[in-house]
């Protein structure tokens, strides 16, 4: 049976995958940036729009990271005003668990389901470090271990809020107007580990019933909590055989929940770039490479795992010779040098002397995101062999340009794969769980 392919739009916000000096790049925060992308992709049938968040502007050496993507606005705030804008597109928002409340999350994503015709999603994050946790009241952060039992509690209780509506609680009188029916809205009263909530909701139930749930853990734990509750996964796998491996692994978790195979999406986030030839595509490829990691960002990502200022190196040189320090280091708020940066640093070594690669090539290669490189021809049949073999449910690409990063895509290799007849045509349904395959909650 051939699989139907799902594509959503990543709008980025956070890291160097946006090339600045390219003069088709265009800001971060104005609407009508967000809206170009929000538009490519509803006129592709695109499944969803994404944003990503991040909740504090990230520092290398004590001073604000000004490689870093400065402009964040809130999300869902942006999203409702897409809303207006679009009429069948998913909108998508990351909120974290760490930092904020069920009740106003609940309240916030049954409002956007309800202003865009039941089209939220909410991608569920946890944060890990104390840096973050400065911004907010509680301060601090939570431990590794708790981070998922928060989430884990925050989704179960967001959805109790959401269920204490039913489903035609509310009613029009002829007479008066809307009415609630009597029963129609309940009481919750949640106690637990980490909230200790009651009250009555004030948003009725939303059009999907629930916003879709979309998960990017890669742990165990993060797996297991996107089996157990999430409609989409937003995974890293994005090479053939570590996209089968996950998507065979997560698969399989599903039914000890009592869920099937299809319950839950798998869409790596991926990039692409075309050309008139292969050929050519390969070497667009390869200059957008050097685009996204400039000598300045190189040093800045090698001074992130050493722990040190490295300035007197040379980008295109060797790696440093000096060893890390494994302190609290120069670079705050980066989530991916949590790790062993001892080992980090041992295998980079291994991998530069084995291919004699310069601190620029080195962090080009250690941090190049799988992309489909080609031909638009090319391009669609390697999007249609990796979901047809199981490697994945579809995709969220990641323009290295905005807003018009899509457009190419949109325009050369969608319509290949609606040939194929992989890919809608059109729309057949009006909320996101439509879009996906996937039941009201």
Known sequence: MVK???????????????????????????????????????????????????????ELKGRIH????????????????????????????????????????????????????????????????????????????????????????????????????????????????????????????????????????????????????????????????????????????????????????????????????????????VTYVLGDTDAEAAENAAEIRRGQVSPQTALAFVEAVWGRDLSAYDPDGPLPDVDPDLGEGVSRGNAQFRGDRSATVAKWRALAAEKNLSIRELVIEVTGRQTFIGTARTVADQIDTFVQSDAADGFIFVPHLTPGGLDDLVDRVVPLLQEKGVFRADYTGTTLRDHLNLEAR
């Open 4 to 58: 139907q392919i799902h594509l959503a739009a990543h709008f980025p916000g956070v890291n160097n995958t946006t090339i600045w000096s390219d003069p088709r790049s265009g800001s971060q925060i104005d609407f009508a940036s967000f809206a170009h992308l929000a538009r490519t992709a509803e006129r592709a049938k695109f499944d969803f729009f994404f944003l990503a968040e991040g909740l504090r502007l990230r």
């Open 66 to 269: 000004d490689l870093d993507v400065l402009g964040r606005p809130e999300s869902l705030t942006v999203l409702a005003a897409l809303a207006a804008v679009t009429t069948h597109l998913g909108l998508a928002a990351t909120v974290n668990s760490t930092f904020n409340e069920p009740y106003e999350v609940a309240r916030r994503l049954a409002t956007l389901d309800h202003l865009s015709g039941g089209r939220a999603a909410w991608n569920v994050v946890t944060s890990w470090d104390a840096f973050t946790g400065e911004n907010f009241r509680r301060g601090g952060y939570l431990a590794e271990s708790d981070r998922y039992t928060r989430a884990k509690e925050f989704l179960a209780t967001a959805r109790e809020l959401w269920d204490s509506w039913a489903p035609d609680a509310v009613a029009a009188d002829p007479e008066t107007g809307n009415f609630i029916r009597p029963g129609g809205i309940d009481e919750f009263h949640h106690e637990g580990r980490h909230f200790d909530i009651r009250g009555r909701f004030d948003v009725p139930r939303g059009p999907q019933g629930h916003p879709v749930i979309i998960q990017a853990g890669d742990s165990d734990e993060g797996r297991e909590f996107a089996a157990s509750s999430a409609d989409v996964i937003f995974s890293r796998h994005s090479t053939l055989d570590s996209g089968r491996a996950f998507y065979q692994d997560v698969k399989r978790r599903l039914a000890r929940y009592g869920r099937q195979a299809d319950d839950l999406k798998i869409l790596p986030a």
